[in-house]
């Protein structure tokens, strides 16, 4: 079936550690996504990529879209305790339909 | 510009209950998307509207979920009726249509069946 495998399932870092993680797929995507969700809040999106072997940086967070349009990562530089929250993918088909990762759950330590 | 408002926050029923979810979309919005999103996972598509028109909800479980959006605004979620299994957060998101928009989400409802 149509599904995005996300890795790791849970990160635990220090202060000011780089951070990176990524989504494959056995599908291709139009568009790929990178959301960030807070507890009790909905997702809220991070990086937008369109274009394959796009490379995007928004701050201290950059994302690819891998070349193959199967795959995608995204990079945290310097983290801080606010970043601390669960990272969805997202792949979006030509047709619109949106389907997402299981998350990746983002620890850090002051 | 405000966002996608979605009511109630919180819900909690007894099961065999009805239960109704309410999302305004963003101004301009076309589309429409409802997921649901259970404990630990990712968001999971149930129906996405186009205008008025339901044009993917073939993950909706149609024997105790319904959805509308008649006047291609705000739409409404049902599920009647409500069992044990159907406990998760219930989010809205819209997007301006067309093959790159960008999805935004309201802050979901979270719905607990007793």
């Known amino acids: 079936g149509q599904q995005l495998n996300q890795s790791p399932q849970s990160m635990f870092i220090q202060e000011g550690e780089d951070v990176s993680m990524n989504c494959t797929s056995s599908s291709i995507f139009n568009t790929w996504l990178w959301y960030k969700q807070d507890p009790g809040e909905g997702p809220v999106l991070l990086i937008a990529l369109y274009k394959a072997g796009e490379l995007t940086s928004n701050g201290r967070l950059t994302a690819q879209f891998g070349i193959t349009r199967k795959d995608s990562f995204l990079n945290i530089s310097a983290s801080i305790p606010s970043d601390v929250g669960i990272y969805f993918c997202?792949?979006?088909?030509?047709?619109?339909?949106?389907?997402f990762g299981q998350g990746t759950e983002l620890s850090v330590k002051p | 510009e405000a966002g996608v408002v979605q009511s109630p926050r919180y819900k909690i029923i007894e099961k065999k209950q009805p239960v109704a979810f309410w999302c305004n979309p963003i101004?301009?919005?076309?589309?429409l998307y409802w997921y649901r999103q259970n404990l630990g996972q990712g968001p999971e598509l149930l129906i996405r509207y186009e205008n008025e028109e339901a044009v993917d909800d073939s993950q909706l479980p149609k024997d105790r979920f319904s959805a509308e959006r008649l006047k291609g605004v705000d739409s409404t979620l049902k599920i009647q009726p409500a069992e044990l299994g159907d406990s998760a957060v219930y989010l809205c998101?819209?997007?301006?249509?067309?093959?790159?928009?960008?999805?935004?989400f309201g802050e979901g409802s979270r719905l607990t069946v007793l």
């Open positions: 998101a819209s997007t301006r249509g067309g093959l790159t928009g960008e999805l935004f």
């Open positions: 997202a792949g979006r088909f030509q047709g619109g339909k949106l389907i």
């Open positions: 101004s301009g919005h076309n589309t």
